[in-house]
């Protein structure tokens, strides 16, 4: 895939730190860069933790847990460094069902089994099949997930009080109004202001993390009254414990945790990878897909096995991260570390943090993610590729990214195969001796094979025809199907058919169906099929 997504988006943020440059090697300038980018990581993690363990269900220290967790593995053994884990509202949303009528002990089971189907999926190396991800569902992805990121703010705009006590977790509750709405949006706007405005006074600290300690300060200072991380939760907790999930060893409880085991490991799998691709284009940086498979898939397997939620890889806080500087794995063992030392040591001071702070830092997540650029080309590209992008980005808003790219992928898929079956066609002429001569053009495969049996005029062709797929391939077991079937109607009639200049994996896909028999000396280089009325099948040579 281009890098023109990312390159465009990180001049659309003006990140100076985003060049497409390998990383530095780790000098102190570089180590205290990485460590602030962690720090800034670790402050929005907090507020994500806790709400997406309210949306599944669980106590927050579950939610913080994963995040310390899965950030900290992934970190170290990840597949791509700028990456950020941790619990995910994608997996969360699949969860609440799973704890509200089994119990919690039944999620952390399905966290460790499904670790563990990302740790087969790696080492089969599925992983390599998100390159079929077409650039329109990249787009998509990417405009859906800001959106996604914008919605999911909406919840700290609300009466903290009355969130939880609503029974819907964070999408219950009243909405702040009048004098407390517009005090949180006024910070929120002064955030993002400080945001945009630091890099051009000093890169000393990172944007993000000047804007939370800034707003901070001053609402502290001054006694504002809104919103801040301890009216969630408390986020006060000790070190995680081993925990063997205590559900019954019984082939019932398979039946309970395999589906949504299975569920939580695609969706954790196609977000990761999806976010390894864009962060490696913005930092220009290679990894291996197989190896974050892995890497996620250890992190959940131990997360299950310490009381945590499971998580995957967060595009939100990569974000941040890449635009705070951070290119190496120390940015995220910082974050995670400096998660930890909050649920341990910080929390009376972490809690008092604005959420309005957090919330800007999000909104400029958002206005990056965003491919701003995908609604001016939306009248210039294929129409198939424009409904694709709109297609995929209203799947990811009102389902979830899993199903989105799923859907996005067969829809391309289908619009290519469609494509390529219009493709089918053949010139034709006679030859000296008399024989009719069909030059195929186009592939050969499922969708054009229908096409393929109506180039020929059986009734009023010559006693010998030959079929030359020099400009052709015959790509599956439906065009063998065809092949076979035109040769039959041909032979029907007392006709020779000949198969002329079949490429050599097609003449091994004939020929390991059975079809070839005879072998000829003329033509080295293709398989050249002969006689069909000879013997039973399509025969040839090579």
Request: aromatic share 4%; with cysteine.
């Given at each position: 895939m281009p890098r023109t997504i990312l390159a465009n988006f990180a001049n659309r943020i003006s990140l100076p730190e985003l060049n497409l440059l390998p990383p530095e090697r780790l000098t102190p300038a570089r180590l205290r860069i990485e460590i602030l980018s962690g720090l800034t990581v670790a402050l929005a993690l907090v507020p994500e933790a806790v709400a997406f363990a309210f949306v599944a269900g669980v106590h927050p220290l579950v939610g913080l847990y994963a995040a310390f967790l899965v950030g900290l593995i992934t970190a170290v053994i990840g597949g791509r460094p700028g990456m950020i884990s941790g619990a995910t509202g994608a997996l969360a949303v699949v969860m609440v069902a799973l704890v509200a009528q089994h119990g919690v002990e039944y999620l952390f089971a399905t966290v460790v089994l499904m670790g563990m189907l990302q740790i087969f999926a790696g080492v089969m190396r599925w992983g390599k099949f998100i390159r079929l991800v077409p650039h329109p569902v990249m787009l998509g992805f990417v405009n859906g997930l800001a959106i996604v990121i914008f919605l999911a703010q909406m919840s700290q705009f609300k009466v903290p009080g009355s969130m939880e006590a609503s029974g819907q977790g964070v999408a219950g509750g009243a909405w702040l109004s009048g004098l407390p709405l517009y005090t949180m949006l006024a910070l929120v706007a002064l955030t993002m202001g400080i945001i945009w405005v630091m890099p051009k006074i000093t890169r000393v600290v990172p944007a993000p993390l000047a804007g939370i300690g800034i707003v901070a300060a001053l609402v502290i200072g001054f006694g504002i009254d809104v919103p801040r991380v301890g009216d969630l939760a408390s986020i006060q907790g000790g070190l995680p414990s081993l925990?063997?999930?205590?559900?019954?060893?019984?082939?019932?409880?398979?039946?309970?945790?395999?589906?949504?085991?299975?569920?939580?490991?695609?969706?954790?799998?196609?977000?990761?990878?999806?976010?390894?691709?864009?962060?490696?284009?913005?930092?220009?940086?290679?990894?291996?897909?197989?190896?974050?498979?892995?890497?996620q898939g250890i992190a959940n397997t131990v997360t299950g096995f310490f009381g945590g939620m499971g998580g995957c890889a967060m595009i939100g806080q990569s974000m941040i991260n890449v635009k705070s500087g951070g290119r190496t794995r120390v940015a995220g063992i910082a974050a995670a570390l400096f998660l930890l030392s909050f649920i341990l040591f910080a929390s009376p001071m972490i809690e008092l943090i604005p959420l309005a702070a957090l919330v800007g830092v999000m909104f400029m997540v958002v206005i990056g993610t965003f491919a701003w650029n995908s609604l001016t080309i939306l009248a210039r590209v294929p129409k198939t590729d424009a409904f694709v992008i709109i297609l995929v980005t209203i799947v990811t808003v009102y389902e979830d990214l899993a199903v989105a790219v799923v859907v996005g992928v067969i829809v391309s898929a289908l619009a290519y195969a469609w494509n390529n079956a219009r493709r089918i066609h053949s010139k034709s002429y006679l030859t000296p001796e008399g024989a009719r001569v069909y030059q195929v053009q186009g592939p050969l495969f499922f969708g054009s094979a229908e096409g393929f049996g109506e180039m020929f005029d059986i009734e009023n062709d010559p006693q010998t025809v030959i079929v030359d797929f020099a400009d052709s391939r015959v790509v599956d077991q439906s065009a063998l199907q065809a092949i076979e079937a035109l040769a039959g109607k041909y032979e029907a009639l007392g006709k020779r058919i000949q198969l002329r200049h079949l490429s050599r994996d097609c003449h091994r896909l004939l020929k390991k169906a059975g079809h070839l028999m005879v072998d000829s000396d003329d033509d080295p280089d293709y398989a050249l099929a002969v006689n069909y009325g000879v013997r039973t099948g399509i025969l040839g040579g090579h």
């Open positions: 925990h063997i999930p205590m559900v019954p060893l019984t082939y019932e409880t398979l039946q309970i945790i395999l589906p949504y085991a299975v569920i939580l490991a695609a969706i954790g799998l196609i977000e990761s990878l999806l976010t390894l691709n864009l962060v490696g284009e913005m930092t220009g940086t290679r990894g291996g897909a197989s190896q974050e498979c892995i890497a």
